[in-house]
Nanobody
């Protein structure tokens, strides 16, 4: 069984930084794209950033220049470095993995983590 486990959320003051991590557990052979999404109260879930297996990245306009997504393929882990945080960045952040293949040839088309809360407030 494959799972995504996020960590690193918390409370931070405006202008501060946080680093989120998401590790995929299980007997994984490969993962295509990985990414971060967020959902603020009473809003729909939105894309924050994605990264392909070869390192191509895509960012939402609202976080470009402030957030950096990266991944360690050997650890099946994706990171989100968030700098210059703003109150409007407050949300539950979800990790997403696309097309996960296991060593037993099972393919998971898409998986989501349980979410980690980021609160930006003074």
């Amino acid at each position: 069984q494959v799972q995504l486990v996020e960590s690193g959320g918390g409370l931070v003051q405006p202008g501060g930084s946080l680093r989120l991590s998401c590790a995929a557990s299980g007997r994984i052979f490969s993962i295509n794209a990985m990414g971060w999404y967020r959902q603020a109260p009473e809003k729909e879930r939105e894309l924050v950033a994605t990264i392909t297996s070869v390192g191509s990245t895509n960012y939402a306009g609202s976080v470009k220049g402030r957030f950096t997504i990266s991944r360690d393929n050997a650890k099946n882990t994706v990171y989100l470095q968030m700098n210059s945080l703003k109150p409007e960045d407050t949300a539950v952040y979800y990790c997403n993995a696309d097309e996960i293949r296991t060593v037993t040839a099972t393919t998971y088309l898409e998986l989501w983590g349980q979410g980690t809360l980021v609160t930006v407030s003074s």
